[in-house]
T-cell receptor
Framework: DAKTTQPTSMDCAEGRAANLPCNHS???????VYWYRQIHSQGPQYIIH???NNETNEMASLIITEDRKSSTLILPHATLRDTAVYYC??????????FGGGTRLMVKP | SAVISQKPSRDICQRGTSLTIQCQVD?????MFWYRQQPGQSLTLIAT?????????ESGFVIDKFPISRPNLTFSTLTVSNMSPEDSSIYLC?????????FGQGTRLTVV
């Protein structure tokens, strides 16, 4: 079973920040939080990952709570091309990933 | 990072036949995985392809139905055997490089 809980779907206005929440209350100490997205008919695309510190890259920011039981992926300026299913996954570094249902993000003009 | 090439990208097959999907990686990787994504669903792990030994299958998947080869550290194949319409899915190859997993673009299989 997936170890994460995400909303099934979310909408976001183009140009605004998209904040995607994820609960992972059973995360263990050596497990990372990974975010991937899947645009229709394509393979999953890596976005970002973190262990306990907040992380930022050219695509997104990852905010992990101090107790590590939840996190938020932030797309700072969502575009129509960010419409996708976003998967929050917890797992050990370098191991296989267990996917949950993900959040279907719809960016609207 | 790792770049993965999967072949074929899509196929339409008759029931009862078999299809072999190839996964080629541009670098040597220890761990390779095969996933299935049924229509409208999330990804489900089929098996871990181990170099030099038999693949490790997840619950609900068996070697007779999904035989896997891993002849070297850059290549693997997944065969979908004796296909039925229920096997219509996207099949994805994944590798781990460092702390990240990378995915191929998938093989969209339709069984008629």
């Amino acid at each position: 079973d997936a170890k994460t809980t995400q909303p099934t779907s979310m909408d976001c206005a183009e140009g605004r920040a998209a904040n995607l929440p994820c609960n992972h209350s059973t995360i263990s100490g050596n497990e990372y939080v990974y975010w991937y997205r899947q645009i229709h008919s394509q393979g999953p695309q890596y976005i970002i990952h973190g262990l306990k510190n907040n992380e930022t890259n050219e695509m997104a920011s990852l905010i992990i709570t101090e107790d590590r039981k939840s996190s938020t992926l932030i797309l700072p300026h969502a575009t129509l091309r960010d419409t996708a299913v976003y998967y929050c996954i917890v797992g050990n570094a370098g191991n296989m990933l267990t996917f949950g249902g993900g959040t279907r993000l719809m960016v609207k003009p | 990072s790792a770049v993965i090439s999967q072949k074929p990208s899509r196929d339409i097959c008759q029931r009862g036949t078999s299809l072999t999907i190839q996964c080629q990686v541009d670098s040597q990787v220890t761990m390779m995985f095969w996933y299935r994504q049924q229509p409208g669903q999330s990804l489900t792990l089929i098996a871990t392809a181990n170099q030099g030994s038999e693949a490790t299958y997840e619950s609900g998947f068996v070697i007779d139905k999904f035989p896997i080869s891993r002849p070297n550290l850059t290549f693997s194949t997944l065969t979908v055997s004796n296909m039925s319409p229920e096997d219509s899915s996207i099949y994805l190859c994944s590798v781990v490089a460092g702390t990240e997993a990378f995915f191929g673009q998938g093989t969209r299989l339709t069984v008629v």
